[in-house]
């Protein structure tokens, strides 16, 4: 059998099918690469959170040792103490 001559039009054809293979492929590949930097970002906020929540639970314990149960008016930069109210004995 005989080998015979694409035309140029079918080898452009060819060529733009190559191409975009080789373009959806590196966009495939960026994607899996930006899934695994977002997984390593992921994975520091959670870490970063559980370290904050830490943070914010040993700095009300101290709060609560130092002024007793109550709330803050950042605002004014005051602590504002509970009051417990009496069984009312009839």
Same mark, same amino acid.
């Given at each position: 059998?005989e @080998?015979?001559?694409l035309t140029?039009?079918?080898l452009?054809?060819? &060529?733009?099918v *190559?191409a975009?293979?080789?373009?959806?492929?590196s966009?495939?590949? *960026?994607i899996?690469?930006l899934k695994l930097q977002?997984?390593?970002?992921?994975? @520091?906020?959670e870490? /970063? %959170?559980?370290? %904050?929540?830490?943070e914010e639970?040993?700095?009300?314990?101290?709060?609560?040792a130092?002024?007793?149960k109550?709330?803050?008016?950042?605002? &004014?930069?005051e /602590?504002?103490?509970?009051?417990?109210?009496?069984?009312?004995?009839e």
């Amino acid at each position: 059998m005989e @080998n015979k001559k694409l035309t140029q039009e079918e080898l452009q054809q060819i &060529k733009d099918v *190559q191409a975009k293979s080789q373009a959806v492929t590196s966009e495939l590949g *960026q994607i899996e690469l930006l899934k695994l930097q977002l997984k390593t970002r992921r994975k @520091n906020a959670e870490d /970063f %959170l559980e370290e %904050l929540s830490k943070e914010e639970k040993a700095l009300a314990e101290s709060l609560e040792a130092a002024y007793g149960k109550g709330s803050i008016d950042l605002e &004014k930069g005051e /602590f504002i103490a509970y009051v417990e109210q009496a069984e009312v004995v009839e």
